[in-house]
């Protein structure tokens, strides 16, 4: 590292020097690094190239999970969730015991570690909506039965809400192929300040893909009713939305 001292100060490269400020002072430094090339073809970097094959097939998983769910997380997840659900998709990959270090894949892996993964770690599911239900999926059904429950006192709403719906989103899915299939119910809208409210079944019929599983995620969103119009919360801050079923 070198400190700049000409009354021209730089930031960007020239070269192999790279110019920048950091506290308060302009420095430069020369290019570092390993040479892309010699990653791809030494020897010595088999195990980078392991790790970036298996990474990238996690990253290619979580893209075609949140593409499918887009319409359903995109009021509900928080700004880490991307990094979150590569995370869990990689430690399913690496659960895989058949494949060799470098080829192991999301579908060979455990894929019940994805069960009880939160698209918002500042709304837990379970936190906020204290009701008991139980969910499933199998051969393209997907089902969630919620008990009856009182909204007055078990659910834990945000200030300003004052209706909530629950929703259920179910989908089939080849993580290494990448094909998918999606389909979603919903109940009608509830009032937060009732004191009973009788049980609710949500049942879906999910296309299967070739050598896919089946996921279902159950979520809870926040409403606000205004001059008797009801309108979604939109930072949705409060919105809930779980993995709560893998085939």
């Known amino acids: 590292m070198a400190r700049q001292v000409s009354f ?68 509900t997840a928080d700004r880490g969730m991307s990094g979150r659900l590569t995370s869990a998709l990689s430690k399913v990959l690496k659960s895989d015991p058949e494949s060799v270090r470098g080829e192991r894949n999301v579908m060979g892996g455990e894929l019940g570690i994805l069960a009880g993964f939160e698209f918002n770690s500042g709304s837990n599911l379970d936190g906020i909506f204290l009701g008991r239900y139980t969910t499933q999926v199998a051969e393209g059904i997907a089902n969630a039965e919620l008990e009856a429950f009182s909204p007055s006192t078990s659910i834990r709403k945000p200030e300003s809400a004052t209706h909530a719906q629950l929703v259920m989103v179910a989908g089939n899915f080849n993580f290494n192929d990448l094909p998918s299939s999606v389909a979603s119910a919903q109940s009608d809208t509830f009032d937060l300040s009732e004191i009973e409210h009788e049980g609710i079944t949500l049942n879906v019929e999910v296309p299967v893909v070739e050598g896919g599983t089946g996921l279902v995620m159950l979520g809870l969103t926040f409403w606000q009713e205004v001059n008797g119009q009801l309108y979604k919360l939109n930072n949705g801050a409060r919105n809930a939305l779980r993995i709560v079923a893998v085939e």
């Open 8 to 75: 021209i100060k730089l930031k960007g490269r020239v070269g192999d020097l790279s110019f920048y400020k950091s506290g308060g002072e302009y420095l430069a430094r020369t290019k570092g690094g390993v040479d892309g090339e010699r990653i791809r073809t030494d020897p010595r970097f088999e195990r980078t190239r392991e790790n970036g094959r298996e990474f990238q097939r996690s990253v290619k998983a979580g893209k075609l999970l949140r593409d499918a769910f887009s319409e359903h997380i995109f009021l």
